[in-house]
């Protein structure tokens, strides 16, 4: 999708801003290109590379973007002559580089222009996730690229694009708001489609209709799920069933690649039991309290610790937990019952920049804990204005966690195993939302999503 006219400003000063930074070493960005799913006209849907989104704005495949140490050119494969029958009309060079306001030249062009490149200095780039790209990428450039991989020459490069995608400016926030708009009907959607004897798969086809009538996509593979302990789940065949809680980790992508990433909970009957209560206000109550201390200044990792300790002290006051709440967090305990990080950075990546490994999550010199659960934080740096970052702390009674006499041998008896076991309805809880750093506190971007315990009742009791 081309960008719309007054973003074009907005890309024309990211490349300029980017330039600044590099200097006169030159760059290549790789839009990336179609994957085939089994032959070869049978393609998986196709997106730019968010580093390529950044820059040009266009969902161009097979696209490269050069800057040589003095301007950025875009080179794109010349239209074939039957691109029309099977894609539609093609929008020529001359109206992508209006669009874009960057000159737009043959890819054919550039392996020389690349050559005479390559005679002064190398040229440095940001791997695709694909191999596919990263080959054409390295034939190009005639030296090693891999997904995943920098060298020494793509670290300039990496440094600079994190330095720039880590606060987003006024069209970044544009499509991010998009996004969340687009998230909003989804959950809507889910919450009035889920009753007793459906299939996970009903009530994800129910939130991706929202999306698909919007003529937007999941920014990422849909969590809906009756297993809310297994934190990654992908499977939607299970029946929903009278006392089971459903989790839903969808969120939808705006026009210009902008992810949300949205959790909530709700009661497959409509009603939270007794118990399923309970532990959702806990976790509730933790995540407002790390959402009160997101503002500049304030350290991620400090927001993770603020719902740890909440955690406790709910998990404490029900008798789940006993002892000190600073103790119980350093000990590990919560990480038994919430064991990953509070959260990530948000952008064009559901993850942001996770393609670049921590380089972006953490700050110089700030490495990952290794305690269990604490390992898991993605992200450890202070927070900024224009910022975007998600809070979503957890609850999931985890077999595999529990059972596991290395990891709970701190626990003693501090767990108490008889009273957790009463909240056997409980399987996993999480509530996430999408929070934007302002210049003196923060804004969640996702709040008309109903996550109030009665709020979600009233919204299913429309069903």
């Given at each position: 999708m081309l960008p719309e006219s007054s973003e074009r400003a907005a890309l024309v000063r990211r490349r300029e801003l980017l330039a600044h930074a590099l200097g006169s070493a030159p760059a290549v960005i790789a839009s990336g290109r179609p994957r085939p799913r089994n032959y070869a006209a049978d393609q998986f849907p196709f997106r730019a590379s968010s580093h390529f989104l950044y820059l040009f704005g266009l969902a161009a495949q097979d696209g490269l973007g050069f800057y040589d140490g003095q301007a950025w050119t875009l080179y794109l494969p010349e239209p074939g002559a039957d691109d029309a029958l099977w894609d539609g009309a093609v929008p020529g060079f001359a109206e992508v580089a209006e669009r874009t306001g960057c000159p737009v030249r043959s890819r054919?062009?550039?392996?020389?222009?690349?050559?005479?490149?390559?005679?002064?200095?190398?040229?440095?780039?940001?791997?695709?996730?694909?191999?596919?790209?990263?080959?054409?990428?390295?034939?190009?450039?005639?030296?090693?690229?891999?997904?995943?991989?920098?060298?020494?020459?793509?670290?300039?490069?990496?440094?600079?694009?994190?330095?720039?995608?880590?606060?987003?400016?006024?069209?970044?926030v544009a499509q991010l708001r998009r996004a969340a708009e687009a998230t909003t009907p989804a959950h809507l959607a889910g919450m009035r489609a889920t009753r007793p004897g459906v299939l996970e798969a009903a009530v994800r086809a129910a939130m991706e209709a929202e999306f698909v009538v919007r003529d937007v996509r999941p920014a990422y593979?849909?969590?809906?799920?009756?297993?809310?302990?297994?934190?990654?789940?992908?499977?939607?065949?299970?029946?929903?069933?009278?006392?089971?809680?459903?989790?839903?980790?969808?969120?939808?992508?705006?026009?210009?690649?902008?992810?949300?990433?949205?959790?909530?909970?709700?009661p497959v009957t409509g009603r939270f039991s007794t118990t399923q209560r309970e532990l959702y206000e806990v976790v509730l109550r933790a995540q407002k309290a790390s959402i009160a201390l997101v503002r500049p200044g304030v350290g991620y990792r400090?927001?993770?610790?603020?719902?740890?300790?909440e955690m406790a002290r709910g998990l404490v006051a029900l008798g789940i937990l006993r002892g000190d709440v600073e103790e119980l967090v350093a000990d590990g305990l919560t990480a038994l019952l919430f064991p990953h990080g509070i959260g990530h950075l948000m952008g064009l990546d559901v993850h942001d920049m996770e393609d670049l490994g921590d380089r972006a999550g953490y700050a110089p010199g700030r490495t990952r804990s290794k305690e269990f659960g604490h390992?898991?934080?993605?992200?450890?740096?202070?927070?900024?204005?224009?910022?975007?970052?998600?809070?979503?702390?957890?609850?999931?009674?985890?077999?595999?966690?529990?059972?596991?006499?290395?990891?709970?041998a701190r626990a003693g008896d501090r767990l108490k195993r008889d009273v957790l076991a009463r909240y056997s309805d409980v399987r996993g809880i999480r509530i996430e939302d999408d929070v934007l750093v302002t210049a003196d506190g923060c804004e969640v971007l996702t709040a008309a999503i109903p996550k109030e315990a009665s709020d979600v009742e009233a919204v299913m009791a429309r069903r």
């Open positions: 054919a062009e550039l392996p020389s222009v690349l050559a005479s490149a390559r005679m002064t200095r190398a040229v440095a780039t940001l791997p695709t996730p694909d191999l596919e790209t990263c080959l054409d990428v390295e034939a190009l450039l005639g030296r090693q690229v891999r997904p995943g991989k920098l060298l020494p020459v793509d670290e300039p490069l990496a440094e600079a694009m994190v330095a720039l995608r880590l606060r987003h400016d006024d069209a970044a593979q849909p969590i809906v799920t009756v297993h809310g302990e297994v934190l990654h789940n992908l499977k939607y065949h299970h029946v929903l069933r009278e006392g089971d809680l459903l989790l839903a980790d969808v969120g939808g992508e705006s026009p210009g690649g902008f992810a949300c990433d949205v959790t909530r909970t709700w400090d927001v993770h610790l603020a719902a740890h300790r390992r898991y934080l993605r992200l450890d740096r202070d927070l900024e204005p224009g910022m975007a970052v998600t809070i979503e702390p957890g609850l999931y009674r985890v077999p595999g966690i529990l059972e596991d006499a290395g990891l709970t």
